[in-house]
């Protein structure tokens, strides 16, 4: 069995400060993994995958996430936080052609 | 057009009737997904599949029936809505391979 546990429901940070949002997985074989955003009234959008090679993955609106195989962990990163950022994210693993989502974390950018 | 379109957007049903949720997609993807959103539990899967004749249960499928009418269009259909059934539903479509998922814009459902 696989799963996905974003520690976090809440992490709350200044624009122009970095952010992270904490992702941990539990799968028996490679992991496959992604991250999404949700916006208010919206569907999941995708930010970025780690498949294999480069631990350190970018992706869209100055996202970056770390792949960290001994600590079977998987945190979003951005430098500088934007009050534009502020929404719903998920860590999900992809195993077999279906996802496990984490529960979310809300993240929420005060000016 | 958006690349998934899930239909209805909004709907508030009665306890007991049966109401379908459709979703199609423009993207030519062969796999197609029905999630469930309900606050701090993240997406469940409730049906996916994989081709037209492929239908398969997700983790949370009971009181759920789905139909594959064309690669395009994936139906979600529940036959007694109970209250517990409100909740965000959506749709996904996703390329085989290590892909990642396109999702509609979710069907807010509501039973009273």
């Known amino acids: 069995a696989q799963s996905v546990a974003q520690p976090e429901d809440q992490v709350n940070v200044a624009e122009g400060n970095p952010l992270t949002v904490k992702c941990t997985y539990s799968v028996s074989g490679n992991p496959y993994l992604f991250w999404y955003v949700q916006y208010p009234n919206r569907g999941l959008q995708f930010l970025l995958k780690y498949i294999t090679g480069d631990n350190l993955v970018k992706g869209s609106y100055g996202f970056e996430a770390e792949f960290n195989k001994s600590q079977t962990s998987f945190h979003l990163k951005k430098p500088s936080a934007l009050v534009s950022d502020s929404a719903l994210y998920f860590c999900a693993l992809t195993n077999a052609g279906k996802s496990t989502f984490g529960d979310g974390t809300t993240l929420t950018v005060k000016p | 057009d958006a690349d998934v379109t899930q239909t209805p957007r909004n709907r508030i049903t009665k306890t007991g009737k049966r109401i379908m949720l459709e979703c199609s997609q423009t993207?030519?993807?062969?796999?197609m997904y029905w999630y469930r959103q309900d606050p701090g539990l993240g997406l469940r899967l409730i049906y996916y599949?994989?081709?037209?004749?492929?239908?398969n249960k997700g983790e949370i499928s009971d009181g759920y029936s789905v139909s594959r009418q064309a690669q395009a269009k994936f139906s979600l259909s529940l036959e007694s809505a109970i209250p517990n059934q409100t909740a965000l539903y959506f749709c996904?479509?996703?390329?085989?391979?290590?892909?990642?998922?396109?999702f509609g814009q979710g069907t807010r459902l509501t039973v009273v």
């Open positions: 993207k030519g993807h062969d796999r």
């Open positions: 599949s994989f081709d037209v004749k492929d239908i």
């Open positions: 996904a479509t996703r390329d085989r391979g290590l892909t990642e998922a396109f």
